[in-house]
């Protein structure tokens, strides 16, 4: 008789022995392969009743998420969290502007009345026009625009805008256009842009041949996360205060999908009274608890009647918490431990931090969590805010900070670490920069696309075949010892190309 094979540990041996493990510390080992990569569905859940075409999400961070990142999330089948370090209106202003789009584009065009008179807006190479409305901001009808090209032919540059602007109706295309249409109406008008417009006139954007062409280069885009009003979905972040009950009235009129409660440890009566009230106010609207590490944390959540749970504690890499506040989890631990309670309520789980890699990716959604929530992965991508600078090294670079440190704090974050009342603010995060990583609507793709090739050498061809073959104890894991780790990266080269994933 053959004697069975002992390979590694089963995920509930190997985090039940008291230590705290990263998803560094941890590997899989490979099972057997009996399908394509192409047939690896990484569809999943965010939260109860938010379904998503792939398992990322953007992270509710002032250096991060705005209308920008949160439209190409929801392009690529993800779902971006606009963060709540602004006020209530511009926060629901956020939100409308990702809703009232079909298309991951979003200018910063220049707006003027018909009186204005135009003497510096076309000294910079960024403003190839000027857009007249009625009251001279995108929220009133469309009059007419100037072209960078007319101004410099004219000699009196003191005119008024209504006096040379040029009027054409067939400037205007309604916004629910996606980029085929667009595209369209370029080549049929032979236009170098095309106007968005609500019914009514009001303007929402203006979508340039340049970006359209810019775009067509990246992977083709799917329907994207789109909501049963057949607009794009898109989650918000607010507080625990009394002032975010007012809040999160502006946002569920601005037509927000989900609602993440923002806490460095959730666990809290604050969030638990927040939790019921959202839930009493708006029963149909999608509440996500946390951040919690620990089986009691999210099982006190999940009674209070959470939707989803995020997962996460001093993980993030501009996250100082465990190491100012001596309290946290490793986060591969964490996320196998609260997913093993949530699953049992039937409550998705979020990976919130510590994604530097695919294989971060892999290993969080393998050990059971539905989707990964990721800050430094998307910073520095050109849908992210704030503008590149050049380092001293010559690398282009984005400002990318942690809502823990004192610059994001004095924007009023510090309620997320229940200190927005305290005389002294401690900081319990970093301010940086990370490089340009391009576009998320290619990054994300090919990371989901390596993501998949990990799925497969696990031989699981979804989530939920993952987390069965792990909680059957047929994936197997070790844990990696430094040199280990040292081993499974790039090592013993002079010099090396930089992997992307």
Known sequence: MAAEFEDGSPAEKLFNQGYSYTYDDVIFLPHYIDFPTDAVNLSTK???????????????????????????????????IIHSNATPSEQAD?????????????SSPVFKTPDSRIVNEFEGDDVPFVFVTQSGDEKSKLL???????????????????????????????????LGQINGKLKEEGRDFVVLEKEGGEVVDVVTKEEVERVKGYPKLGKGTVGSDGRW??????????????????????????????????NSIYQIEMIKYVKQTYPE????????VTMSQAQNLI???????????GSGSICTTQEVCAVGRGQATAVYKVSSIATQSGIPVIADGGISFSG???????????????????????????AYELNEKGLRVKKYRGMGSLEAMTKGSDQRYLGDTAKLKIAQGVVGAVADKGSVLKHVPYTMQAVKQGFQDLGA?????????????TLRLEVRTAAAQVEGGVHGLASHEKKAF
Not at 303 to 313: E, F, H, P, T, W
Not at 360 to 386: D, Q, R, Y
């Open 46 to 80: 965010l939260s109860r009743n938010i379904p998503l075409s792939i398992p990322c999400v953007s992270s509710p961070m002032d250096t991060v998420t705005e209308s920008y990142m949160a439209a190409a999330m929801a392009a690529v089948g993800g779902i971006g």
């Open 94 to 106: 956020m939100i409308r502007s990702v809703k009232s789009r079909r298309v991951p584009i979003l």
């Open 144 to 178: 007419g625009y100037v072209a960078k090209s007319d101004w410099l032919g004219l000699k009196d540059t003191e005119i008024k805008l209504g006096e040379i602007m040029r009027t054409d109706a067939n400037v205007s295309v309604p916004c629910h256009y996606d």
């Open 233 to 266: 979905m898109v989650g918000a972040a607010i507080g625990t205060r009394g002032s975010d009950k007012e809040r999160l009235e502006h946002l569920v009129k601005a037509g927000v999908d989900v609602i993440v409660l923002d806490s460095s440890q959730g």
């Open 285 to 292: 609207l999608d509440v996500i608890g946390g951040n919690v």
């Open 303 to 313: 009674k209070a009647g959470v939707d989803g749970l995020r997962v996460g504690m």
């Open 360 to 386: 971060h990716i892999v290993k969080a959604l393998v050990l059971g969590a539905s989707t990964v929530m990721m800050g430094s992965f998307l910073a520095g991508s050109t849908e992210a805010p704030g």
């Open 461 to 473: 061809s979804s989530l939920r075949s993952a987390h069965d073959l792990l909680r059957s104890k």
